[in-house]
């Protein structure tokens, strides 16, 4: 038995819903980039498979909502080594400024991920940085094509609705 219901939600007589945008997925389209030792270097994610807004500015690797609101933000990577390290760092950038870091291990170069909630305004501006204390300098790998290999580099983000 099935029941067809037409209709909007709503809460207190305004209509509830609405769609994650803006939102963007960035990838690394160099196979390679180098990331030098205890270094912040910033990421670069050459390559776009969605950008609703035109949000993300390939030729800076930033990502700039043009809405004001709450944002999930991602991103992942892995160094291109099998020798484990401590101290493998994400490090979201807001306007310039390192705002949000997480160290984790680099074990056997099996990848890592990052993700935030953080409020926007409409002008700010998102990068994401690595730095690494491996001993030497470490590759973060990328492919020429979205999701090309397993260990693809990719920075995403998208707007909440209803917060």
């Known amino acids: 038995d099935t029941t067809n219901i037409v ?3 709503q809460n207190n007589g305004a209509a509830v ?3 994650n945008t803006p939102a963007f997925v960035a990838y ?12 912040n270097t910033k ?3 050459e390559g776009e498979q969605t950008d609703s807004g035109s949000v993300y500015d390939t030729s800076n690797s ?8 709450y944002y999930f933000i991602g991103a992942k990577w892995r160094y291109d080594t099998g ?6 760092r994400f490090m979201l950038y807001i306007n310039g400024t390192e705002k949000i870091t997480i160290a984790t291990t680099n074990d056997d170069s099996n990848g890592m991920t990052f993700s935030t909630v953080v409020y926007s305004d409409a002008d700010d501006y998102f ?5 690494q204390n491996s001993g030497g300098a470490v590759n973060i790998n990328g492919n020429g094509s979205y999701l090309g290999d397993s260990t693809q580099a990719l920075f995403y983000g998208y707007k909440l609705i209803g917060v």
């Open 83 to 88: 020798t484990n390290f401590g101290d493998a």
């Open 62 to 69: 930033r990502f700039t909502p043009g809405v004001a609101g």
């Open 17 to 19: 819903g609405g769609t």
């Open 7 to 9: 209709g909007t939600l």
């Open 28 to 39: 690394k389209t160099s196979s390679t980039q180098s990331i030098p030792n205890t270094t």
């Open 127 to 131: 990068e994401m940085y690595a730095r």
């Open 43 to 45: 990421v670069l994610f």
